[in-house]
């Protein structure tokens, strides 16, 4: 698994599997941002079958039948969407066209799984809203630096088994590497991948949400800016924001297109929850200069602890997710829960302030 580039980070984990061979078959479409292949290993490890790829830029349905020599290439959708057999689709749209493409899928009587940020607009938003109560089926989203981070997962369990107490503030640094030259040009189009806050800002507002058990925020206050990348006019390199729960937590943070290309993974994500009894740090996936895996510190009343979780934990998010499929539940995520993350990250983007760099 190579760690410099963000956009094809596919985290394996051991297998673990929660049903039978060929009881959970999915298929795999829009293969147009590399986090299909962490969306179908987390879903093969935990026991689901692929069965179908579709894409059509054939070159990327080579490269993905090389990793997955199992998969038979369909010769359209709809020979996915007309398999009775096939429960769930999985897909990595452009950003812009992953609503459309699970109102399709939903339609097809399946349940979708999709990457991250799944909507563009509050307009998709409010049809993927309807859209499953009239159908009844899954607008699941692979949130993966919560989901497929060992770290995360760690973290969550601690806070639910009380190590910190009550959770009062989420602070989340989410930088990345740009490697502008791998990238496709619908990752410079503002329209289509829908801005910084709306792209990888959804990550750490679905996190707090998470850790703080918050049902609603607000968002105070949000800015984007391109600093450092005038070739790329409509790229946001640089975002902010702060957001109270409905609760009272609070919750900053901050994503960038600006980690250096001396580290020796793709990003130095961080998060600092604080808690009424201690706190947790999340060195994610890296601890700089000292350990290429990172892991948890915490601390509270009785201990001052470092946890080194890689390889220890899993990732159980796929397995809860096939299960919620097969049994109509929602443990893996709530429905409301995911929607929320996803309306939240629109109205940061849609209220951010333009800063504009200062003089030199």
Not at 49 to 57: A, E, G, W
Not at 177 to 200: H, M, N, T
């Amino acid at each position: 698994m190579q760690k410099s580039d963000g956009m094809n980070y596919a985290p394996q984990g051991k297998p673990k599997p929660v049903c039978k061979e060929n009881e959970f078959i999915f298929a795999a479409t829009a293969l147009d941002h590399g986090h299909i292949f962490g969306m179908c290993n987390g879903l093969i490890e935990a026991g689901a079958t692929l069965k179908y790829v579709f894409d059509p830029d054939s070159e990327k349905v080579k490269r993905f039948c090389k990793t997955y020599p199992q998969v038979i290439p369909a010769e359209n959708i709809d020979q996915i969407f007309e398999d009775s057999s096939i429960k769930l689709v999985a897909g990595a749209a452009v950003t812009s066209l992953r609503a459309e493409l699970g109102m399709k899928v939903m339609d097809a009587g399946k349940d979708y799984f999709t990457d991250k940020a799944p909507f563009t607009t509050l307009e998709q938003l409010a049809k993927a809203r309807d859209k499953v109560k009239q159908t009844g089926k899954k607008y699941a989203v692979y949130y993966s630096e919560r989901l497929h981070v060992e770290s995360a997962v760690f973290a969550g369990q601690l806070i639910k088994d009380g190590a910190i107490g009550s959770v009062i503030q989420v602070i989340g640094l989410g930088p990345h590497r740009l490697s502008a030259a791998s990238r496709p040009e619908w990752f410079f189009e503002k329209e289509k991948y829908g801005g910084i806050l709306c792209d990888i800002g959804s990550h750490q507002i679905e996190q707090f949400l998470y850790f703080a058990d918050a049902k609603d925020a607000t968002v105070v206050r949000s800015q984007v800016a391109n600093y450092a990348h005038p070739q790329y006019p409509e790229l946001e390199d640089f975002g902010d924001a702060m957001l109270v729960g409905d609760n009272g937590a609070t919750n900053y943070f901050r994503v960038d297109w600006f980690t250096p290309d001396g580290l020796s993974t793709w990003g130095d994500g961080r998060m600092f929850i604080l808690g009424t009894k201690g706190y947790i740090e999340l060195r994610k996936y890296v601890d700089i200069a000292r350990d290429s895996q990172g892991g948890v510190y915490l601390v509270n009343d009785e201990v001052e602890k470092y946890f080194m979780v890689e390889g220890q934990i899993g990732f159980p998010y796929f397995g809860e997710l096939i299960l919620d499929c097969l049994n109509r539940t929602e443990n893996a995520m709530t429905q409301d829960h995911t929607f929320k993350a996803a309306e939240l990250c629109l109205k940061a983007q849609l209220d951010a302030v333009l800063l504009t760099k200062a003089e030199q």
